[in-house]
């Protein structure tokens, strides 16, 4: 029997929407089983890195040529491999003994999870052709991608008290099967007629030197910045990134064309792209040690406190796209990027003062989720429709690798933060009895076991006072640290925004007073 037309856009619908469920959750809800992972794989603060920055990298890797390739070899084939792909890869994740199988496995996927999310667009927007129609159908998507992101670290919390930490991978392989089944009977396929050559020279470099910088910062803390071959790996990722420049000026159809810059709007908006992930998500990697290590919550604990973080971003979106529509885009997302800033400033305070607790971090985060809620729509909207229409898809492009870029390069560098805020507290209020046991490299190998999460780091060490009490004293020092790291830094890109949109403010002022002049 076959389905009628609504029939089969309703199945399309609920595939694409489960499948950003599941892409959601992998965001969301694996840091919270991070101690987990770190206790029971033996791990250390850069496996736990690498666990996210593995997922992240590989999706920045696959995401433009993804989308080539569903042009020219159809959008439903590349959906549906990536489906099945993602489903196995999550069984791999899943079934992993050991941190390296568990990273590489996350690797392979983010490459599915990539070419899942990148399709998923292309399907929607074939599938749906009628505004209001499509309009309702992007509206679903996005609910049920925000629900992924929202409610991911009570997932996770929940699953592991239920279970074990396997099931938050082992879940997406039935979860696949069925997204696979749906989308059989659902989607229609489709294909552009004239889709252009991949651009494998601007994908190889971008990605490779991505890869170098986010490697150099994560080992040398341990290795030292000064390593004669990490010195290396951070020269190959220079080489690799003016490389990139030079193949995209020469490619004629880049992934990214950089005359797209010179347009203020879309310049601004990218401002957004990059200060969203500049401290907000990758903050959402270390949260749960700080609530599970500093203050000895359990997971499920901590993921119900997670939900002060990430609830507000799914609540303050439709807010944003009136107060858009109002005051502007130009407005807007400085606004939210402050907002951000200023709840990691709040958060700094509220995890400083005596018998801290998820209830003195609770304005911060609240803050700093509506910043993000607010910043987050108007970014997507405005990087595509400040562009002509022949190059919306390469400023989606542009703004999904800025952000993912971004959340790599950040998640390295608050690890880093953090192990030199741990060890500057230790040297700080112990230096003369650490410097008779411990070396430079032994302090800040020592300091990554306490970033980790591993309170009893110091047992081993004669220290005045108890030792756990000392490590999570250091864990909320360099947990400042970070906290200022990520609180200036989006304060700082909310200004840059801001000055870059001003021309766009100015111009839109000038046209609202216009018919009060004519008159």
């Known amino acids: 029997m076959s389905l009628s037309r609504s029939a089969k856009n309703r199945l399309a619908l609920a595939a694409v929407s489960l499948a950003a469920l599941m892409f959601g959750l992998e965001i969301s809800s694996v840091p919270v089983i991070l101690p987990t992972l770190e206790r029971q794989l033996h791990g250390d603060l850069r496996d736990m890195q690498w666990v996210m920055n593995a997922y992240t990298l590989a999706c920045t890797t696959v995401l433009m040529a993804a989308g080539t390739l569903a042009d020219r070899y159809g959008r439903r084939r590349v959906f549906v491999i990536s489906v099945i792909a993602f489903g196995l890869t999550s069984l791999l994740c899943g079934l992993a003994e050991s941190m390296p199988v568990l990273i590489g496995g996350r690797f392979l996927q983010g490459l599915a999870g990539g070419a899942m999310l990148t399709s998923q667009f292309a399907i929607l927007s074939h599938q749906f052709r009628d505004g209001r129609e499509r309009s309702r159908a992007f509206a679903v998507f996005g609910i049920v991608f925000g629900f992924g992101l929202g409610f991911g670290p009570i997932i996770g919390g929940a ?54 910088l986010t490697y150099y910062i994560t080992q040398a803390p341990e290795s030292g910045y000064a390593d004669p071959i990490l010195l290396g790996v951070l020269a190959f990722a220079a080489s690799s990134l003016i490389a990139f420049a030079w193949v995209e000026k020469r490619h004629p159809h880049p992934m990214f064309d950089f005359g797209v810059f010179r347009i203020r709007e879309f310049s601004g908006a990218i401002m957004g792209s990059i200060g969203m992930n500049f401290s907000f998500w990758p903050f959402m990697i270390y949260l749960p040690i700080y609530f599970q290590s500093a203050l000895g919550y359990d997971t499920v604990t901590a993921g119900l406190a997670l939900l002060a973080y990430t609830l507000p971003t799914l609540a303050m979106p439709p807010l944003a796209e009136r107060w858009s529509a109002r005051y502007r885009p130009a407005w807007i997302i400085p606004l939210g990027l402050l907002a951000i800033g200023l709840g990691f400033i709040a958060m700094r305070y509220g995890s400083a003062v005596d018998g801290a607790s998820w209830m003195t971090m609770l304005p911060g985060a609240l803050l700093a989720g509506c910043g993000l809620g607010l ?6 909207n405005t990087t595509t429709a400040s562009v002509p229409a022949s190059r919306t898809g390469m400023a989606s492009g542009i703004d999904m690798s800025a952000r993912l870029i971004t959340l790599a390069i950040n998640i390295a560098l608050m690890g880093l933060i953090l192990v030199a805020g741990i060890a500057a507290h230790l040297r700080s209020v112990y230096g003369p009895m650490l410097g008779a046991a411990l070396d430079g490299a032994q302090l800040r190998a020592l300091a990554g076991r306490v970033a980790a999460g591993d309170v009893g780091a110091l047992g081993g060490l004669a220290l005045s006072g108890d030792a756990q009490t000392v490590a999570r004293e250091a864990l909320v020092h360099g947990f400042g640290w970070v906290l200022w790291y990520g609180g200036i830094g989006v304060c700082v890109l909310a200004a840059l925004s801001l000055i870059i949109f001003a021309p766009m403010r100015r111009a839109g002022a000038q046209a609202a007073q216009a018919p009060a002049c004519g008159g």
């Open 375 to 380: 910043t987050n729509t108007p970014v997507s």
């Open 159 to 212: 699953i592991v008290a239920l279970s074990n930490w396997h099931w938050v991978f082992l879940v997406h392989a039935p979860l696949a099967l069925l997204t696979w089944s749906m989308i059989a009977a659902g989607a229609e396929e489709s294909r552009e007629a004239q889709s252009h050559r991949l651009d494998i020279g601007g994908l190889s470099t971008l990605s490779l030197a991505v890869l170098g």
